[in-house]
């Protein structure tokens, strides 16, 4: 069954760091996202991707993110200059022609010291 | 007011029990809705979505909505310990990138 992947499963980095979390969504899919949950909340929304362009974006998506779907099968989140509060878990997700469901990848857990 | 409000838990029934996990939502503009299991610091596996109001069934779980009192459940029948993990509900409006706006998640043990 095809599934969402993400690599690494967990990146520590030093504050001020760049980091680049990676995914690579099911194949055939169109729609791309990116989510956080930090440690006992929920999880929240970062941005929407589709035909090669950001569709949404949210107040905590700012301009130390940014995204990208370099190869056509790879997609992308870039932190610029991490703070300590961006640890949390960063889920990729994707949705195919049935936009409306979107499946997640297992996450990949960042720790910013 | 919060968007999406889900009663955190922990609820703990017996095995074989039947679960009643609901949402409530304040955003009018919802008309998806899915239901999320995530086990212990792993993604959300997708469990169920529906659109209209009603029920549907899948083996033995029942999502059933109410878009007139803006309220969803889930329901899990012959509860077994497997089923032991965080349920999430989410909901998004109608545009087809739209994002997911996510409960808090109930957390559920079944015991032996």
């Known amino acids: 069954e095809p599934e969402v992947t993400q690599t690494p499963s967990h990146q520590v980095t030093q504050m001020g760091q760049e980091v680049i979390l990676r995914c690579v969504p099911i194949?055939?899919?169109?729609?791309f996202y990116w989510y956080r949950q930090i440690l006992g909340q929920k999880v929240e929304f970062l941005v929407s991707?589709?035909?090669?362009?950001?569709?949404?974006k949210s107040e905590i998506f700012d301009d130390q993110f940014s995204v990208e779907r370099p190869d056509g099968s790879n997609f992308t989140l870039k932190i610029r200059s991490t703070k300590l509060e961006d640890s949390a878990m960063y889920f990729c997700?994707?949705?195919?022609?049935?936009?409306?469901?979107?499946?997640f990848g297992p996450g990949t857990r960042l720790t910013v010291l | 007011q919060k968007e999406v409000e889900q009663d955190p838990g922990p609820l703990s029934v017996p095995e074989g029990a039947i679960v009643s996990l609901n949402c409530t939502y304040s955003?009018?503009?919802?008309?998806?809705f899915m239901w999320y299991r995530q086990y212990s610091r792993k993604g959300p596996e997708l469990l169920m979505y529906?659109?209209?109001?009603g029920n549907k069934e899948d083996g033995r779980f029942t999502a059933q909505v109410d878009k007139s009192s803006k309220y969803i459940s889930l329901f899990i029948r012959d509860s077994q310990p497997s089923d032991s993990a965080t349920y999430l509900c989410?909901?998004?409006?109608?545009?087809?990138?739209?994002?997911?706006?996510f409960g808090t998640g109930t957390r559920l043990q079944v015991t032996l």
């Open positions: 997700a994707s949705a195919g022609s049935s936009y409306n469901e979107q499946f």
């Open positions: 194949s055939n899919h169109l729609y």
């Open positions: 991707f589709y035909n090669n362009e950001i569709s949404e």
């Open positions: 955003n009018s503009a919802f008309q998806y």
């Open positions: 529906t659109y209209s109001s």
């Open positions: 989410a909901m998004k409006g109608t545009g087809t990138a739209s994002k997911l706006t």
